[in-house]
Protein backbone atom coordinates (compact mmCIF):
# COMPACT_ATOMS: atom_id res chain seq x y z
CA UNK A 1 0.00 0.00 0.00
CA UNK A 2 1.54 3.68 -0.64
CA UNK A 3 1.63 5.96 2.09
CA UNK A 4 -1.72 7.28 3.31
CA UNK A 5 -2.66 10.85 3.81
CA UNK A 6 -2.61 11.95 7.49
CA UNK A 7 -6.25 13.00 7.29
CA UNK A 8 -7.68 9.52 6.00
CA UNK A 9 -5.32 7.63 8.44
CA UNK A 10 -7.17 9.49 11.10
CA UNK A 11 -10.71 8.69 10.10
CA UNK A 12 -9.08 5.46 9.11
CA UNK A 13 -8.57 4.92 13.24
CA UNK A 14 -11.70 6.97 14.60
CA UNK A 15 -14.05 4.67 12.44
CA UNK A 16 -12.60 1.42 13.99
CA UNK A 17 -12.00 3.17 17.17
CA UNK A 18 -7.94 2.75 17.45
CA UNK A 19 -5.60 4.80 18.79
CA UNK A 20 -2.45 5.21 15.99
CA UNK A 21 0.87 4.95 17.58
CA UNK A 22 3.80 7.03 16.22
CA UNK A 23 7.48 4.93 15.65
CA UNK A 24 10.30 7.67 15.04
CA UNK A 25 12.48 5.82 12.77
CA UNK A 26 16.79 7.02 12.28
CA UNK A 27 17.75 4.48 9.31
CA UNK A 28 16.55 1.92 6.68
CA UNK A 29 16.26 -0.72 9.19
CA UNK A 30 14.48 1.05 11.62
CA UNK A 31 11.84 2.32 8.90
CA UNK A 32 12.01 -1.04 7.59
CA UNK A 33 10.77 -2.74 11.12
CA UNK A 34 7.67 0.00 11.97
CA UNK A 35 6.49 -1.14 8.84
CA UNK A 36 6.69 -5.03 9.48
CA UNK A 37 5.55 -4.42 13.24
CA UNK A 38 2.57 -2.24 12.45
CA UNK A 39 1.74 -5.26 9.64
CA UNK A 40 2.04 -8.03 11.62
CA UNK A 41 -0.34 -6.68 14.01
CA UNK A 42 -2.74 -5.38 10.94
CA UNK A 43 -3.08 -2.38 12.78
CA UNK A 44 -2.29 1.22 11.51
CA UNK A 45 0.29 3.88 12.43
CA UNK A 46 2.60 5.98 11.55
CA UNK A 47 6.72 5.97 10.82
CA UNK A 48 7.89 9.19 11.72
CA UNK A 49 11.36 10.90 11.99
CA UNK A 50 11.78 14.06 14.01
CA UNK A 51 13.76 17.44 12.20
CA UNK A 52 16.83 16.52 14.95
CA UNK A 53 17.09 13.05 12.98
CA UNK A 54 16.61 14.12 9.40
CA UNK A 55 20.44 15.33 10.63
CA UNK A 56 21.63 11.82 9.14
CA UNK A 57 19.38 12.20 5.81
CA UNK A 58 17.17 14.08 4.60
CA UNK A 59 13.57 14.10 3.64
CA UNK A 60 13.71 12.94 0.52
CA UNK A 61 15.67 10.13 1.65
CA UNK A 62 12.80 9.06 4.22
CA UNK A 63 10.18 9.32 1.97
CA UNK A 64 11.74 6.88 -0.46
CA UNK A 65 12.56 4.46 2.55
CA UNK A 66 9.57 4.93 4.04
CA UNK A 67 7.29 3.95 0.93
CA UNK A 68 9.38 1.18 -0.23
CA UNK A 69 8.50 -0.14 3.33
CA UNK A 70 4.73 0.64 2.80
CA UNK A 71 4.14 -0.90 -0.39
CA UNK A 72 4.64 -4.67 0.79
CA UNK A 73 1.81 -4.21 2.83
CA UNK A 74 -1.50 -3.40 3.26
CA UNK A 75 -2.26 -1.93 6.29
CA UNK A 76 -2.55 2.14 6.11
CA UNK A 77 1.00 3.45 7.58
CA UNK A 78 1.33 7.52 7.33
CA UNK A 79 4.79 8.98 7.54
CA UNK A 80 5.10 12.36 9.90
CA UNK A 81 7.34 15.13 10.79
CA UNK A 82 7.81 14.68 14.12
CA UNK A 83 8.66 18.08 15.97
CA UNK A 84 9.35 20.36 12.99
CA UNK A 85 11.82 22.54 14.42
CA UNK A 86 11.02 25.28 11.32
CA UNK A 87 8.58 26.37 8.54
CA UNK A 88 11.78 25.51 5.56
CA UNK A 89 11.70 21.87 7.73
CA UNK A 90 8.01 21.43 7.41
CA UNK A 91 7.98 22.76 3.33
CA UNK A 92 10.78 20.29 2.69
CA UNK A 93 9.24 17.25 4.21
CA UNK A 94 5.37 18.39 2.32
CA UNK A 95 7.55 19.01 -0.51
CA UNK A 96 9.04 15.78 -0.07
CA UNK A 97 5.94 13.99 0.28
CA UNK A 98 5.03 13.67 3.85
CA UNK A 99 1.80 12.48 4.62
CA UNK A 100 1.49 14.37 7.77
CA UNK A 101 3.32 17.14 9.73
CA UNK A 102 3.75 18.75 13.28
CA UNK A 103 5.08 22.12 13.52
CA UNK A 104 6.44 22.74 17.57
CA UNK A 105 6.72 26.20 18.48
CA UNK A 106 5.64 25.35 21.94
CA UNK A 107 9.00 26.74 23.19
CA UNK A 108 8.10 30.05 21.91
CA UNK A 109 5.62 32.82 23.65
CA UNK A 110 2.07 32.01 23.46
CA UNK A 111 1.60 34.40 20.11
CA UNK A 112 4.66 33.57 18.86
CA UNK A 113 3.76 30.00 18.79
CA UNK A 114 0.12 30.83 17.18
CA UNK A 115 1.65 32.80 14.53
CA UNK A 116 4.49 29.77 13.96
CA UNK A 117 1.84 27.20 13.77
CA UNK A 118 -0.66 29.05 11.76
CA UNK A 119 1.81 29.97 9.13
CA UNK A 120 2.70 26.17 8.81
CA UNK A 121 -1.20 24.99 8.49
CA UNK A 122 -1.53 27.61 5.42
CA UNK A 123 0.82 26.12 3.78
CA UNK A 124 0.03 22.55 4.53
CA UNK A 125 -3.58 22.71 4.01
CA UNK A 126 -3.01 24.04 0.62
CA UNK A 127 -2.04 20.09 -0.18
CA UNK A 128 -4.59 18.79 2.12
CA UNK A 129 -1.45 17.49 4.76
CA UNK A 130 -2.79 17.77 8.83
CA UNK A 131 -0.34 19.72 11.49
CA UNK A 132 -0.09 18.58 14.56
CA UNK A 133 0.88 21.03 17.31
CA UNK A 134 2.24 21.55 20.34
CA UNK A 135 0.67 23.23 23.43
CA UNK A 136 2.82 23.36 26.93
CA UNK A 137 6.29 21.97 27.00
CA UNK A 138 7.41 18.56 27.34
CA UNK A 139 10.26 17.24 29.85
CA UNK A 140 12.73 15.03 29.08
CA UNK A 141 14.99 14.11 26.02
CA UNK A 142 13.94 14.12 22.40
CA UNK A 143 16.50 12.55 19.71
CA UNK A 144 19.62 13.85 22.27
CA UNK A 145 18.35 17.52 22.86
CA UNK A 146 17.24 17.26 26.47
CA UNK A 147 14.67 19.76 28.43
CA UNK A 148 14.05 21.03 31.62
CA UNK A 149 10.39 22.48 31.10
CA UNK A 150 7.83 21.18 32.85
CA UNK A 151 5.31 23.07 31.48
CA UNK A 152 2.17 21.60 31.60
CA UNK A 153 -0.95 22.23 28.94
CA UNK A 154 -2.91 25.25 30.58
CA UNK A 155 -6.91 24.07 29.52
CA UNK A 156 -7.74 27.87 29.27
CA UNK A 157 -5.76 28.38 26.45
CA UNK A 158 -6.50 25.49 24.61
CA UNK A 159 -9.94 26.37 22.60
CA UNK A 160 -8.63 29.64 21.74
CA UNK A 161 -4.60 28.05 20.56
CA UNK A 162 -6.44 25.34 18.04
CA UNK A 163 -9.20 27.75 17.08
CA UNK A 164 -6.33 30.70 15.71
CA UNK A 165 -3.78 28.37 14.61
CA UNK A 166 -6.50 25.75 12.74
CA UNK A 167 -3.92 22.92 14.20
CA UNK A 168 -5.56 19.36 13.63
CA UNK A 169 -4.19 17.55 16.32
CA UNK A 170 -3.13 18.81 19.48
CA UNK A 171 0.34 17.27 21.41
CA UNK A 172 0.05 17.91 25.26
CA UNK A 173 2.07 18.01 28.18
CA UNK A 174 0.05 16.36 31.17
CA UNK A 175 3.27 14.88 32.81
CA UNK A 176 4.52 12.84 30.36
CA UNK A 177 8.02 12.91 29.07
CA UNK A 178 10.28 12.28 26.25
CA UNK A 179 12.55 9.28 26.78
CA UNK A 180 13.19 6.68 29.39
CA UNK A 181 15.95 8.42 32.11
CA UNK A 182 12.97 10.55 33.55
CA UNK A 183 9.86 9.48 35.29
CA UNK A 184 6.36 10.14 33.66
CA UNK A 185 3.81 11.22 35.96
CA UNK A 186 0.56 11.87 34.11
CA UNK A 187 -2.48 13.95 35.06
CA UNK A 188 -5.64 11.94 33.84
CA UNK A 189 -7.77 14.58 35.04
CA UNK A 190 -5.92 17.53 33.62
CA UNK A 191 -5.91 15.75 30.40
CA UNK A 192 -9.55 14.38 30.63
CA UNK A 193 -10.27 18.12 31.14
CA UNK A 194 -8.09 19.55 27.99
CA UNK A 195 -10.23 17.03 26.23
CA UNK A 196 -13.38 18.18 26.98
CA UNK A 197 -12.66 21.88 25.63
CA UNK A 198 -10.34 20.91 22.48
CA UNK A 199 -12.42 21.02 19.67
CA UNK A 200 -9.64 18.55 17.49
CA UNK A 201 -7.94 15.01 18.78
CA UNK A 202 -5.24 15.07 21.09
CA UNK A 203 -1.66 13.47 20.92
CA UNK A 204 0.46 12.11 23.59
CA UNK A 205 4.33 12.27 22.98
CA UNK A 206 6.92 9.75 25.01
CA UNK A 207 4.55 7.24 25.34
CA UNK A 208 7.89 5.16 26.18
CA UNK A 209 7.79 4.58 30.04
CA UNK A 210 3.76 5.06 30.46
CA UNK A 211 2.85 1.95 32.15
CA UNK A 212 -0.18 0.79 30.11
CA UNK A 213 -2.56 0.86 32.41
CA UNK A 214 -2.11 4.30 32.24
CA UNK A 215 -1.75 4.79 28.69
CA UNK A 216 -5.11 2.49 28.34
CA UNK A 217 -6.97 4.78 31.02
CA UNK A 218 -5.53 7.84 28.57
CA UNK A 219 -7.15 6.98 25.43
CA UNK A 220 -10.37 7.28 26.60
CA UNK A 221 -9.80 11.08 26.50
CA UNK A 222 -9.77 11.82 22.52
CA UNK A 223 -6.27 10.65 21.97
CA UNK A 224 -5.75 10.08 18.39
CA UNK A 225 -2.03 9.44 18.67
CA UNK A 226 0.90 8.12 20.85
CA UNK A 227 4.66 8.76 20.44
CA UNK A 228 6.98 6.01 20.84
CA UNK A 229 10.76 6.15 20.12
CA UNK A 230 12.88 5.32 23.59
CA UNK A 231 11.59 1.88 23.11
CA UNK A 232 12.42 0.89 19.72
CA UNK A 233 15.81 2.51 19.30
CA UNK A 234 16.85 0.52 22.81
CA UNK A 235 15.46 -2.61 21.10
CA UNK A 236 17.47 -1.90 18.00
CA UNK A 237 20.98 -0.92 19.64
CA UNK A 238 20.35 -3.90 22.19
CA UNK A 239 20.74 -6.20 19.26
CA UNK A 240 24.43 -4.83 18.19
CA UNK A 241 25.06 -4.26 22.33
CA UNK A 242 24.61 -7.81 23.26
CA UNK A 243 26.32 -9.21 20.34
CA UNK A 244 29.29 -6.92 20.90
CA UNK A 245 29.21 -8.38 24.49
CA UNK A 246 29.44 -11.78 23.39
CA UNK A 247 31.75 -11.32 20.58
CA UNK A 248 34.36 -8.19 20.70
CA UNK A 249 35.51 -9.24 17.42
CA UNK A 250 31.50 -9.40 15.79
CA UNK A 251 31.50 -7.66 12.18
CA UNK A 252 28.43 -8.84 10.63
CA UNK A 253 26.27 -5.80 9.98
CA UNK A 254 24.10 -8.08 7.78
CA UNK A 255 22.88 -10.32 9.90
CA UNK A 256 22.83 -8.16 12.93
CA UNK A 257 21.19 -5.26 10.89
CA UNK A 258 18.55 -8.13 9.95
CA UNK A 259 18.25 -9.22 13.59
CA UNK A 260 17.43 -5.72 15.10
CA UNK A 261 14.55 -4.96 12.37
CA UNK A 262 13.24 -8.52 13.43
CA UNK A 263 13.63 -7.45 17.04
CA UNK A 264 12.27 -3.21 16.52
CA UNK A 265 9.88 -5.02 14.63
CA UNK A 266 8.17 -6.95 17.41
CA UNK A 267 8.37 -4.25 19.68
CA UNK A 268 6.48 -1.87 17.84
CA UNK A 269 4.03 -5.15 16.98
CA UNK A 270 3.04 -5.33 20.79
CA UNK A 271 3.00 -1.94 21.71
CA UNK A 272 0.38 -0.84 18.81
CA UNK A 273 -1.77 -3.90 19.96
CA UNK A 274 -1.57 -3.30 24.04
CA UNK A 275 -2.50 0.60 23.25
CA UNK A 276 -5.31 -0.63 21.78
CA UNK A 277 -6.22 -3.06 24.31
CA UNK A 278 -5.60 -6.63 21.49
CA UNK A 279 -4.47 -9.45 23.19
CA UNK A 280 -0.33 -10.23 22.43
Known sequence: MKLVNGYDL???????????????TTNMEMTFAIAKGLNDAQLPGYIQISSNNLRLSDPETIVFLARKAAVKYDIPIGLHLDHGKSYADVKACVNAGFTSIMIDASHLLFEENIAAVKKAVQYCHF????????????????????SESDCKTDPDMVLDFVERTGCDTLAVAVGN???????????????????????????????SGIPFDIIREAVKHNLIKINYGADLRRAFVTTFGQAYEKN???TDIIDLSLSGVKNVAAVAENLVKTINDIPI
Open 10 to 24: MKYAQTRNLVLPAFN
Open 127 to 146: YDIPVEAELGAIGGKEDDMA
Open 177 to 207: VHGLEAKPKIDISLLEKISKISPVPLVMHGG
Open 248 to 250: NME
